[in-house]
Every structure is written in C-alpha cells, then in structure tokens.
C-alpha cells in the first residue's frame, strides 16, 4: 500500500499531468469540483508508477479499462496485466494497493472536523452497526468510529467492485473492528469461501482502510493472467519506493502484517 500526498504543487501536478494519456488528460480537464483534477492526476500517474514497476513495463504501454460498475483494470500492450489494484483519494491523501492477484479495495476519508456530518449518513450502515453510535454526535468518539465504519465498508464494495450499488445496510462489520480492533476477516452471506482481510488505519489527518480477498474465487472477469506464482515473481519486483515515482508523488509505504497473501 502505498499512501500519496496529493496537496496542491503545481511543478508536481504538471509532470504528474505528463504521465497521463490523451485519454486521461481530457478527463482531468473536464473535473471541476475544487482539486477534484488535482487528486485524480496524481493519484493516476502515481498507479502508473507503480504498475509500471510491477510489471516492469514502459508507461506508454500501459492502459485503463473499467468493469461494470467502473473498477479499473490495468492493460499492458493490450492485454491484461496480472495484478490487482485499487486506489482513492480525499483531498490531500491518495492510497493505492496493488496486490499480486485477488481482489482489492481501498478508502481514505480525509477527516474534516469542522464539517458537520449529518446523522442521516448513518443510513449506509447496518441497524446493528447504527447501534453502535451510542455517543452524541458532537463527541469526537463518534467521528472516529463514523470514518472508521465508513472507510471499512467502502473498502469492502470496492474490493467487490461494485461500489455502492450494492446495499451497504445488509452487512455487518466484524465484530472485532466494531470494538476498536485493527484488523479483522470479513464473509459475505452469500460467498463465504472468500475471506477478505479487513484492515483499518490512519493518523490525525485521515482514516483509510484496506479489503483483501486472496481466495481467487469469485474474481473479477478480467482477472484470467498467468498463475498466481508468476503474480507473486512480478509483485516482489516492486520497489514502491520514491525511486519508482520520481518527483511526481511524494509516497510512504504502509505494510501490514495481516494483509499478505495466503501461502
Ligand atoms: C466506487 C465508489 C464507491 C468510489 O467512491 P468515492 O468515495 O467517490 O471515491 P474514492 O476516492 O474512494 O475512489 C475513487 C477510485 O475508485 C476506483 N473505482 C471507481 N469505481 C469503482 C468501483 N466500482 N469499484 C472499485 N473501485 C472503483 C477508481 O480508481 C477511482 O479513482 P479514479 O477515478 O481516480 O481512477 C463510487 O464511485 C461508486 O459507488 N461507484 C459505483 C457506482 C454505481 O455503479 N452505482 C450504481 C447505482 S447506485
């Protein structure tokens, strides 16, 4: 994993903007909320890194698809690279994980306390993860658990790839991160072979947090690379170090000790 700074500097921005294809360039002009432009060009080029990294590829020869519901993939020549990934970025804060095969979601919630979170978010969640919000909504306990809740289950969407046309309400977290743990393993009712590792982590600028299904069953339809040995050969190959991104992103890697893949 692999958090991005994505405060504004305008020298970054440009050669981040470089990286991008005509493609990616036109979508970044036509994103005009306030830094909306900014986070996508930087978190973009920095993937690109990364992927390039990965997979040892020229970035010229590396392009985007996305599933259904938008997930993207990546294309090396035309063909389907064997990695998944998943990014996210909330004003100045980007995150990206690349895993060398299964499926992968990320969020970050860059923490505005001045910001008055009405109650009625709270709609995403389960009823028994609402019955969880016992303190009063000034209390900066129920921040934190709001951010926590929230990033946990939309890491979890993303990793499936449908985002949030799937119904948020007919899940709960598991119970060791509703209690405050940082890392837990979460199944879906309707798929319980496939264990998703569930992490959440953060400081006091933001929340993040990370889903991970290593059981390969269920994978996404353009997840059909090489086997997973050959993933594991090409993902050590990836420094995700300064080096590999140059002066386009300024990244500190997170490694997490429950997120690795199965043996
Ligand atoms: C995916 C989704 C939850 C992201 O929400 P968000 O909080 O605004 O954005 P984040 O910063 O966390 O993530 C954005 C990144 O997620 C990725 N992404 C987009 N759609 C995705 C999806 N369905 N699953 C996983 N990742 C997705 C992209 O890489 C995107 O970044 P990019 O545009 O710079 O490439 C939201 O866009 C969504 O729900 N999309 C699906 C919409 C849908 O199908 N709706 C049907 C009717 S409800």
């Known amino acids: 994993m692999v958090l991005v700074d994505l405060s504004a500097d305008r020298r970054r921005e440009q050669s981040a903007?470089?990286?991008?294809?005509?493609?990616?360039?036109?979508r970044a002009a036509r994103l005009i909320l306030p830094g909306a432009g900014r986070e996508f060009v930087l978190c973009r080029a920095a993937l690109r890194a990364l992927l390039c990294s990965a997979l040892?590829?020229?970035?010229?020869?590396?392009?985007?698809?996305?599933?259904?519901?938008g997930k993207p993939y990546a294309l090396v020549r035309g063909r389907v690279a064997p990695v998944s990934f998943n990014v996210s970025h909330s004003g100045d804060h980007g995150l990206i994980a690349i895993a060398p095969h299964g499926r992968v979601g990320v969020d970050i919630e860059t923490h505005d306390w001045a910001f008055d979170l009405p109650a009625g978010l709270l709609s995403v969640f389960s009823v028994r993860e609402r019955g969880d919000f016992a303190e009063t909504r000034d209390d900066a306990r129920w921040r934190q658990r709001f951010y926590r809740y929230w990033t946990l289950k939309e890491s979890l969407i993303k990793g499936v790839g449908l985002g949030f046309a799937m119904n948020t309400t007919r899940f709960d977290l598991p119970s060791a991160l509703r209690r405050g743990e940082a890392d837990g393993v979460f199944r879906f009712h309707h798929q319980p072979t496939a264990n998703?590792?569930?992490?959440?982590?953060?400081?006091?600028?933001?929340?993040?947090?990370?889903?991970?299904?290593?059981?390969?069953?269920?994978?996404?339809?353009?997840?059909?690379?090489?086997?997973?040995r050959t993933h594991r050969r090409r993902f050590s190959r990836l420094p995700a170090g300064p080096r590999a991104l140059g002066p386009v992103t300024r990244p500190r890697v997170v490694r997490h000790p429950h997120l690795t893949p199965d043996p």
């Open 56 to 69: 040892d590829c020229d970035n010229a020869d590396l392009t985007f698809r996305t599933e259904t519901h």
């Open 196 to 228: 998703w590792h569930l992490a959440t982590f953060g400081n006091r600028a933001f929340t993040a947090a990370v889903a991970i299904d290593y059981s390969g069953r269920g994978m996404s339809p353009h997840e059909s690379g090489p086997s997973p």
């Open 17 to 26: 903007t470089g990286l991008l294809n005509a493609a990616e360039q036109d």
